[in-house]
């Protein structure tokens, strides 16, 4: 009873979008590493050195029943050396989409370790879907991430495994949580030029081809922009680093549903030793 009205909603129960900065960059994400690694390379959580927090909300198409808001959490384990804590990171996240008709909260944890070269990470969620005079239903997910430095500080390779569990929502029509698998490399010429390119898999779609470029323009600023080949979106932003404050913003332009808005706010509770 859960699918016809779940599959008129834009959100689909998969990984989504964290960060504006993943907004900005056609969400070309599997091989960052902030914290909203939590949601888009959990791998990526192993290189945070500071506990930080973020906020995001993004609202898509000007509707107000595509609403998503986002409070994520990263906490180094032991002192941070060599760019990596040492003990690995611990994230979490709490995530709410939709409206009183169709919603969905989620809430994850997951760990993430970073080794010479190689990063791993693991994460647990519980994702409720509720539809207004339906009820509600809950599926725990299970999902993995890898992430490499294939060439030191020129060419990174990462990897996403959502749902490898493959989480039954519903019992009508065999109703599962997608399982999506993100791969992509990212390429960093210099200092101020990051280029990503990134293919995503959600085993009952068609394959989305996603690219980003970002430029530091100063230390404080960096543009943004991208494509996404499946949802049909170009897209663009901005980053300001203000002390121990970042925000992000990005817009996304689809040609027949018009525009989408993405917002962070992060905070690094204190500065990692450099």
């Known amino acids: 009873m859960l ?17 504006a900065r993943a907004a900005g960059l056609g969400n070309a994400s599997v091989t ?44 180094p384990i032991g002192p941070a050396t060599d760019g990596k804590a040492t003990r690995g990171v611990v994230g979490f996240e709490a995530q709410r ?33 509720s539809i207004e005079g339906l009820g ?12 490499a430095e294939v060439l030191p500080k020129k060419l990174y390779f990462g990897a996403y495994l959502y749902n490898l569990n493959q ?14 698998l993100k791969a992509g ?13 990134e293919t995503e898999k959600d085993v009952d779609q068609a394959a989305d081809f996603k690219a980003g470029i970002e430029y530091q323009v100063i230390d404080a600023l960096a ?25 992000d913003y990005a817009a996304a332009w689809h040609t027949a549903l018009g525009l989408s808005q993405h917002l962070a706010i992060g905070v690094q509770l204190n500065r990692a030793a450099k």
């Open 3 to 19: 699918l016809p009205t779940a599959l008129a909603c834009a959100q689909g129960n998969g990984p989504g979008t964290r960060g």
């Open 32 to 75: 960052l590493t902030d914290v909203w690694a939590i949601g888009n390379n959990v791998a990526g959580l192993g290189q945070v050195t500071s506990p930080t927090v973020g906020f995001y909300a993004e609202n898509r198409y000007l509707s107000r029943a595509l609403n998503t808001a986002v409070l994520a959490a990263a906490l």
């Open 97 to 129: 989409f939709g409206d009183k008709l169709y919603s969905e909260q989620r809430l994850g944890a997951g760990y993430g370790y970073r080794g010479s070269l190689i990063s791993v990470g693991a994460r647990f969620d519980v994702l409720q879907v």
């Open 136 to 147: 509600s239903k809950r599926a725990v997910a299970v999902s993995l991430g890898g992430q």
């Open 167 to 180: 989480a039954k929502l519903a019992e009508y029509q065999n109703e599962r949580v997608p399982t999506v």
């Open 185 to 197: 490399l990212s390429f960093r010429p210099t200092g101020k030029v990051m280029l990503n390119a």
């Open 223 to 247: 543009v943004r922009g991208g494509f996404s080949t499946l949802s049909r979106q170009t897209t663009g932003g901005v980053g300001l680093q203000a002390g121990q404050f970042r925000f």
